[in-house]
T-cell receptor, first 113, second 110 residues
């Protein structure tokens, strides 16, 4: 069985500050990990994914995430927050041969001007 | 290129009325298709997934059903809506590159 825990349902950061959204996973097999972003009343857009290649994954809009097996974590970061980053972010896990995604409960990111 | 269409975008239905949400995919064949529901503060819950025509798996017991009459068509239905069916419904298809989501349907049951 797989699961994802996102710490912090709401995160607020000032514009220009570091963004850190936390995700921990549980998986009995090597995981594939994903971060998605959702803007209000829209579908989800893929930010980045980890599929057992490089542990530091770079995505769109300046986001990146690092896979740390020892910590079972896949935290999302961005060095400098922009107002347009305000959205809800979802971490998700799947595994090779099983394309079903299991999502975390999401983190709503607010950017303070 | 692959695209996914989902409609309607918003829907307000009375309790006890039927429901039909449709999702179609273009640019791919034999995709895995999914219906998710997003309730306020509860993340995304997988409702149904399908690996082929007329092959539907239900993830949770509920008041909803799904059908896949054609390879690239996935329909979410209910005979009688409940208040608890309100939410944001998302269709998706998957490939080795990940999931592609539709734009969602906001369903309000009144």
């Amino acid at each position: 069985a797989q699961s994802v825990t996102q710490l912090g349902s709401h995160v607020s950061v000032s514009e220009g500050a570091l963004v850190l959204l936390r995700c921990n996973y549980s998986s009995s097999v090597p995981p594939y990990l994903f971060w998605y972003v959702q803007y209000p009343n829209q579908g989800l857009q893929l930010l980045l994914k980890y599929t057992s290649a490089a542990t530091l994954v770079k995505g769109i809009n300046g986001f990146e995430a690092e896979f740390k097996k020892s910590e079972t974590s896949f935290h999302l970061t961005k060095p400098s927050a922009h107002m347009s980053d305000a959205a809800e972010y979802f971490c998700a896990v799947s595994s090779f041969g099983n394309e079903k995604l299991t999502f975390g409960t999401g983190t709503r990111l607010t950017i303070i001007p | 290129s692959q695209t996914i269409h989902q409609w309607p975008a918003t829907l307000v239905q009375p309790v006890g009325s039927p429901l039909s949400l449709e999702c179609t995919v273009e640019g791919t064949s034999n995709p895995n298709l999914y219906w998710y529901r997003q309730a306020a503060g509860r993340g995304l819950q997988l409702l149904f997934y399908s690996i082929g025509i007329d092959q539907i798996s239900s993830e949770v017991p509920q008041n909803l059903s799904a059908s896949r009459p054609q390879d690239r068509q996935f329909i979410l239905s209910s005979k009688k809506l409940l208040l608890s069916d309100s939410g944001f419904y998302l269709c998706a298809w998957s490939s080795v590159s990940g999931y592609t989501f539709g734009s969602g349907t906001r369903l309000t049951v009144v």
